[in-house]
């Protein structure tokens, strides 16, 4: 613990909760004669509300000798326990005088401290209690000592913490260990010299783990060359000490690898054991060691082994996430022995947290090679497979999302790999019609695209499976490779027949006795079963009553209807327009691909039928896509003049059967060398140090270690794991989270830090006693308006003339949205007795510090876009004339992500683009930016940012956020 900050605080290791004296403190007096009770209810109450008392500031010198008169030598057990806190909270030096301030302060005799008299017989009583006959008191005190640090009052003591080394209970030798490492540590020169030694016999003869453990805890950190000489004559039972002694000799491992490399071989054998310890702990530690300790491919498989086999053992998430992370930086050095063992790491998939599947499928897919592709996609087909076959309520959140990523995994094993493309496309054709079908179907357009070889096969499967297809979105892309790439007449004529078999006839508009027909039975649906109760005789001639439950029939006839034809009913204009595309495109083919010139014809008509059919419809329905109705009209007379005219045949074939296919290859071509690109930048080394950073010269040692980023520096890792890696932006990142609430004229300056962790809000208030007088009853009123609440408020204080002190408080918030938490100071003088009071600033809770960057697919954004209810527009005012640099300035002001991909190099007057991202409390934010450059109006950005939400909060809040950004920039 750190020293005392001030006159009213000092050496504690513990907190009570506030409501142990509820109604209020009493006064000193009253707690005194409580004291004198022989009741142990009683002693205990006052005891605790003696400790309560000094720990707001209160110094009650009378209480220490009632403790000692009639508290010390009580059997009651809680009430010894409380005993030992209140010594660790009472005052054990005198006060120094004044004479002897001034003489210190003018350069004079320093102040010395001396022991309070009384401490002597506190002494007396610790140390009856370390020769009580009950093990308990013995160990409890021991603990309590190791909390001690005055050389005044452990002196005495030590013979007798040495007597307990030697004691018939492990709890007491244990505890017993720890005092004496203690006491070496603080004070080992005076009181126990011999420390080191002493334990070095005890934990030869010691039979009890945790005795033995503590025992070489306190070798590892005091003696380090007797710990060394303990291992090494017990390196075979290391495995017999416990978890607790395992982790302590990795510790030991580290460090004195650290201190003299060549000191690696002597641990080699011992950390192969721990290995296969049963602790999972022990073995993440022994294998993170080795690694760090050898290079050597036995080593690094051994490691991989002992990861591999936790990730499989471990339902803990976070466990299976850290285990992963391991892997995935050992895969940049050793790819090749992971290789190995590639389908064990696999079978981590049966996790049913998507976030654990994407994580393994993300190391997997770094893994693969010619060699182990096939039974990579062996695996991924298989858990396809059981995503259709899952049911039970644990994996059905899973499922949709699972899907898509094994999709998108299988889809990059068949652009690395085309030998698999071939067995892969198939299989997942029949999922065309499940949640992932639009996934699938943008895999099986890449493939057809890229593997000619395969798009005979390809366009029958998808041909056959046609009918199946329910989503409209799935349908449009079906549609436009049918008619993009059926090149041979049998492909022309069988998609052909099938697109206007699915369609049927013209009209395609519901009729007045059907659309009547579908409502009455779409009510009845509605209703549910009836219930009937009647009452019945039964065989013996008793009564019973019998309820009985009947269902309306259900039309069975509209389910008749193919889908196609059922999307274009219901008023889906872009698909009837991408129908019209694609019948044109094949009957301007058909001639081409030798289908004879009257079959020809009648294609021409039966299409030219079909795209009357779709314009009349788009003319009458009511619908969503209404205003796509021009769009649809223009698209389809264009189509229309392209089969009757010759002339704009002749003008049109060539575009519309060879520019789409262009484009849509240019496009794979962008993207392929996107992801070129990417990783050829990721693979660039980062400076890890600036040029005027010390250097370690630890690190140019030629064994230095190489496992990814596993250092032995613990001090790294610590720094990594808090987050706290870059010292330089520490200082600013906390003064941003410092608030003033007073002002420097007010009796009391206040000022507070606050620290949001994700849940929680904690508030630490300095307060600072700008007067002559001292303030009792001091109290930090606090409130919060918004979803915040507070659980834990600050006490009443006594704080001294010109003094200062720290209190803290916790808030817990349930939703994300933006809070205030304001108040008031309010506190008695105690030499006027008069009462005052300060109103606080405002502190006003930001919403970026519960919002985190996410992504999701196209498909669940614009499905989440549709379900949200709250909504909130933006208008564009900034001063920026860049539409790429205020789309990066709204991205990094929000904390959120970009899922449109965009070319920086390109120019344009308009850009819109959808951005995600998700609070801690798992609440999804969207929000669309669409933003033009009007010529009109000075080059100067218009348009709207639309946010929507489930919860108004964040739709609100976030908009709040954009709003004030935009006006800052402008300022």
Same mark, same amino acid.
């Given at each position: 613990m750190s020293s005392a900050k001030n006159a009213n605080e000092s050496y504690c290791t513990f907190t009570l909760a506030s409501d142990v004296t509820a109604g209020g403190l009493p006064s000193e007096e009253e707690i005194a004669k409580q004291l004198e009770s022989n009741d142990p209810k009683i002693k205990r109450h006052a005891l605790k509300a003696a400790i309560m008392a000094m720990l707001g500031g209160e110094a009650m010198p009378r209480i220490l000798m009632q403790v000692i008169r009639f508290c010390i030598n009580s059997d009651d057990k809680p009430l010894k326990k409380l005993c030992m806190l209140y010594w660790e909270v009472v005052p054990k030096y005198?006060?120094?005088?004044?004479?002897?301030?001034?003489?210190?302060?003018?350069?004079?005799?320093?102040?010395?401290?001396?022991?309070? !008299?009384?401490?002597?017989?506190?002494?007396?009583?610790?140390?009856?209690?370390?020769?009580?006959?009950?093990?308990?008191?013995?160990?409890?005190?021991?603990?309590?000592?190791?909390?001690?640090?005055?050389?005044?009052?452990?002196? !005495?003591?030590?013979?007798?913490?040495?007597?307990?080394l030697k004691h018939r209970h492990q709890y007491v030798r244990k505890n017993a260990v720890l005092a004496v490492f203690h006491a070496h540590r603080l004070h080992g020169d005076t009181l126990i010299p011999d420390g080191p030694e002493l334990v070095g016999e005890f934990i030869s003869t010691e039979t009890d783990i945790g005795a033995r453990r503590?025992?070489?805890?306190?070798?590892?950190?005091?003696?380090?060359?007797?710990?060394?000489?303990?291992?090494?004559?017990?390196?075979?039972?290391?495995?017999?000490?416990?978890?607790?002694?395992?982790?302590?000799?990795?510790?030991?491992?580290?460090?004195?690898?650290?201190?003299?490399?060549?000191?690696k071989s002597r641990f080699v054998r011992v950390l192969f054991q721990?290995?296969?310890?049963?602790?999972?702990?022990?073995?993440?530690?022994?294998?993170?060691?080795?690694?760090?300790?050898?290079?050597? !491919?036995?080593?690094?498989?051994?490691?991989?082994?002992?990861?591999?086999?936790?990730?499989?053992?471990?339902?803990?998430?976070?466990?299976?996430?850290?285990?992963?992370?391991?892997?995935?930086?050992?895969?940049?050095?050793?790819?090749?022995?992971?290789?190995?063992?590639?389908?064990?790491?696999?079978?981590?998939?049966?996790?049913?947290?998507?976030?654990?599947?994407?994580?393994?499928?993300?190391?997997?897919?770094?893994?693969?090679?010619?060699?182990?592709?096939?039974?990579?996609?062996?695996v991924l087909k298989r858990e396809v497979g059981k995503t259709t076959?899952?049911?039970?309520?644990?994996?059905?959140?899973?499922?949709?999302?699972?899907?898509?990523?094994?999709?998108?995994?299988?889809?990059?094993?068949?652009?690395?790999?085309?030998?698999?493309?071939?067995?892969?496309?198939?299989?997942?054709?029949?999922?065309?019609?499940?949640?992932?079908?639009?996934?699938?179907?943008?895999?099986?357009?890449?493939?057809?695209?890229?593997?000619?070889?395969?798009?005979?096969?390809?366009?029958?499967?998808? &041909?056959?499976?046609?009918?199946?297809?329910?989503?409209?979105?799935?349908?449009?892309v079906c549609l436009w490779i049918l008619g993009e790439y059926c090149e041979t007449s049998e492909t022309v004529k069988d998609a052909f027949d099938k697109v206007?078999?699915?369609?049927?006839?013209?009209?395609?508009?519901?009729?007045?006795?059907?659309?009547?027909?579908?409502?009455?039975?779409?009510?009845?649906?509605?209703?549910?079963?009836?219930?009937?109760?009647?009452?019945?005789?039964?065989?013996?001639?008793?009564?019973?009553?019998?309820?009985?439950?009947?269902?309306?029939?259900?039309?069975?006839?509209?389910?008749?209807?193919?889908?196609?034809?059922?999307m274009i009913i219901g008023g889906d204009i872009f698909l009837g327009t991408i129908i019209a595309s694609c019948l044109t495109k094949m009957c301007l083919r058909a001639p081409d691909v030798g289908i004879d010139a009257v079959t020809s014809k009648a294609m021409n008509v039966k299409s030219l039928l079909i795209m009357c059919g779709i314009v009349k419809m788009a003319e009458v329905t009511v619908s969503a896509q209404k205003?796509?109705?021009?769009?649809?009209?223009?698209?389809?007379?264009?189509?229309?003049?392209?089969?009757?005219?010759?002339?704009?045949?002749?003008?049109?074939?060539?575009?519309?059967?060879?520019?789409?296919?262009?484009?849509?290859?240019?496009?794979?071509?962008?993207?392929?060398d996107k992801e070129v690109k990417e990783k050829e930048e990721s693979k660039e080394e980062v400076v890890s140090a600036q040029a005027d950073d010390l250097i370690h010269f630890r690190q140019l040692r030629s064994l230095a270690a190489q496992g990814g980023d596993i250092d032995l520096d613990d001090g790294t890792d610590l720094a990594r794991a808090t987050g706290y890696a870059d010292g330089g932006s520490l200082l600013s990142n906390e003064l941003s989270h410092v608030y003033q609430l007073s002002g420097f004229a007010d009796p009391v300056y206040a000022e507070a830090f606050v620290t949001v962790h994700e849940y929680d809000i904690l508030l630490e208030i300095l307060l600072i006693n700008r007067t002559p007088n001292t303030l009792a009853n001091l109290t930090v009123e606090l409130s919060t308006m918004g979803d915040m609440k507070i659980v834990e408020r600050p006490q009443s204080h006594t704080i001294g003339p010109l003094d200062q002190m720290t209190i803290r408080a916790s808030i817990k918030v349930s939703s994300t949205e933006t809070g205030h938490i304001f108040g008031?100071?309010?506190?008695?003088?105690?030499?006027?007795?008069?009462?005052?009071?300060?109103?606080?600033?405002?502190?006003?809770?930001?919403?970026?510090?519960? &919002?985190?960057?996410?992504?999701?697919?196209?498909?669940?954004?614009?499905?989440?876009?549709?379900?949200?209810?709250?909504?909130n527009k933006v208008a564009i005012s900034t001063s920026i004339s860049g539409l790429v640099e205020f789309l990066d300035h709204i991205v990094t002001s929000t904390?959120?992500?970009?899922?449109?991909?965009?070319?920086?190099?390109?120019?344009g007057s308009f850009l819109a683009a959808n951005l995600y991202a998700k609070s801690v409390f798992g609440e999804d934010a969207l929000v669309n930016v669409s933003v033009e450059k009007k010529d009109d109006n000075d080059g100067k950005l218009a348009g709207y940012i639309r946010i929507r939400s489930k919860t108004q909060g964040i739709a609100l809040s976030l908009g709040d956020r954009i709003t004030s950004v935009q006006r800052g920039h402008t300022q």
């Open positions: 005198q006060e120094p005088t004044s004479d002897e301030v001034l003489r210190a302060a003018a350069g004079g005799q320093p102040l010395q401290r001396k022991l309070l !008299p009384e401490m002597i017989l506190v002494c007396n009583a610790l140390m009856n209690d370390l020769n009580h006959p009950n093990e308990f008191v013995r160990g409890s005190m021991l603990r309590f000592l190791c909390k001690v640090k005055d050389e005044e009052i452990l002196g !005495p003591l030590i013979p007798s913490i040495k007597a307990c503590n025992a070489f805890l306190m070798l590892y950190n005091e003696s380090e060359d007797l710990a060394i000489q303990f291992l090494a004559h017990n390196l075979d039972d290391v495995s017999k000490f416990g978890d607790g002694f395992a982790l302590l000799v990795l510790d030991l491992t580290r460090k004195a690898c650290r201190r003299d490399p060549n000191q721990m290995l296969s310890s049963t602790s999972s702990a022990v073995s993440y530690e022994a294998a993170w060691t080795l690694i760090s300790l050898s290079n050597s !491919p036995t080593a690094v498989r051994a490691a991989a082994v002992t990861y591999t086999n936790l990730l499989n053992s471990q339902n803990d998430n976070n466990v299976m996430m850290i285990v992963l992370e391991r892997l995935e930086q050992l895969q940049v050095k050793h790819s090749k022995i992971l290789q190995e063992l590639l389908m064990d790491i696999l079978r981590a998939l049966s996790s049913p947290n998507p976030d654990i599947c994407r994580k393994v499928l993300d190391v997997a897919m770094s893994l693969i090679s010619h060699k182990n592709v096939v039974e990579v996609v062996t076959q899952e049911s039970s309520d644990s994996s059905e959140d899973k499922g949709k999302v699972y899907r898509n990523m094994l999709i998108t995994a299988i889809h990059g094993c068949a652009v690395r790999f085309p030998e698999v493309a071939e067995s892969v496309v198939h299989t997942l054709m029949d999922f065309l019609s499940s949640d992932g079908g639009m996934q699938v179907i943008i895999f099986v357009r890449a493939i057809v695209e890229r593997y000619p070889n395969l798009r005979p096969a390809v366009l029958t499967k998808l &041909i056959n499976t046609l009918d199946e297809v329910t989503n409209g979105n799935v349908m449009c206007t078999e699915q369609l049927g006839e013209a009209p395609f508009v519901v009729a007045a006795d059907d659309k009547k027909a579908q409502e009455k039975a779409a009510a009845e649906a509605a209703k549910g079963p009836k219930m009937v109760t009647k009452n019945v005789i039964l065989a013996d001639g008793t009564y019973a009553t019998q309820t009985v439950y009947s269902e309306p029939k259900m039309n069975l006839s509209l389910d008749k209807t193919p889908h196609l034809r059922k205003t796509s109705l021009a769009d649809c009209s223009e698209r389809v007379s264009l189509c229309c003049r392209a089969l009757l005219d010759p002339k704009a045949t002749a003008l049109l074939k060539q575009t519309l059967l060879s520019e789409g296919k262009a484009s849509f290859a240019a496009f794979l071509k962008h993207i392929q008031t100071i309010v506190y008695e003088d105690a030499s006027t007795q008069e009462k005052g009071y300060i109103n606080l600033n405002d502190i006003h809770m930001d919403i970026m510090d519960y &919002i985190r960057p996410a992504t999701c697919t196209d498909e669940v954004f614009r499905s989440m876009w549709a379900e949200f209810e709250w909504e904390n959120m992500s970009c899922l449109t991909p965009h070319d920086r190099n390109e120019k």
